[in-house]
């Protein structure tokens, strides 16, 4: 079965370093998304990606985040000056584009340690 | 501000003992999705509803969208050990957002079936 696959699977990084987190989509999906899990909080959108550009973020997403699809199968987040509260779980997911239908197919996602 | 409420929170049973766990809101929501995530992995996809009072049956688990459709339940029947895990609901943010539209989580319930 076609899943979405996320490198690194653990990242430990310095206060006010820059991270990137990948994504490989499935490959015929056109949608593309990464949600964040804080520990015991509820998952939260960041962003959502169309048609190389971005369809909508979140309050989230200021300017510390950027997204991108370099090459037309990796999706990648970067943070640029990592802050302590940006530990979390990053989850990328991938979407094709069926009409009226909302499954997303989540990748097992990116663990963030921010020290 | 679309909210997702789940309760409750943790349930822990035996194995065989049927449980039900609610997904509720103040806002309609035009779908609701129940995802079922494991330690170290991504949601994953259990059912999508649609039509208020929709009923849903996946092997033992039936899901049920309330008539207003503002709510939702899972009820799991004899449950087994392999049930064991967090149970999300999500639904998409905004009534009549189109087609990229975000989701927006609940806590979710985290289930335990003891042997």
């Known amino acids: 079965e076609p899943e979405v696959t996320q490198t690194p699977s653990h990242q430990v990084t310095q206060m006010g370093q820059e991270v990137i987190l990948r994504c490989v989509p499935i490959s015929n999906h056109l949608y593309f998304y990464w949600y964040r899990q804080i520990l015991g909080q509820k998952v939260e959108f960041l962003v959502s990606?169309?048609?190389?550009?971005?369809?909508?973020k979140s309050e989230i997403f200021d300017d510390q985040f950027s997204v991108e699809r370099p090459d037309g199968s990796n999706f990648t987040l970067k943070i640029r000056s990592t802050k302590l509260e940006d530990s979390a779980m990053y989850f990328c997911?991938?979407?094709?584009?069926?009409?009226?239908?909302?499954?997303?197919?989540f990748g097992a996602g990116s663990r963030l340690t921010v020290l | 501000t679309q909210l997702l409420e789940q309760s409750p929170q943790f349930l822990s049973i035996q194995e065989g003992e049927n449980l039900t766990v609610y997904c509720n809101s103040s806002s309609v929501f035009s779908s609701l999705q129940w995802y079922r995530q494991e330690p170290g992995e991504g949601p994953v996809l259990l059912v999508t509803?649609?039509?208020g009072g929709e009923v849903k049956k996946l092997k033992r688990l039936t899901f049920q969208f309330g008539d207003a459709r503002k709510d939702s339940s899972l009820h799991i029947t004899a449950a087994q050990t392999g049930d064991t895990g967090l149970y999300l609901c999500a639904g998409p943010g905004g009534v009549n957002a189109g087609n990229n539209r975000k989701l927006i989580w609940g806590l979710g319930t985290s289930l335990a079936v003891n042997p």
């Open positions: 990606f169309y048609n190389n550009e971005i369809s909508e």
């Open positions: 509803v649609v039509t």
């Open positions: 997911a991938s979407r094709a584009q069926v009409s009226g239908a909302n499954v997303l197919t």
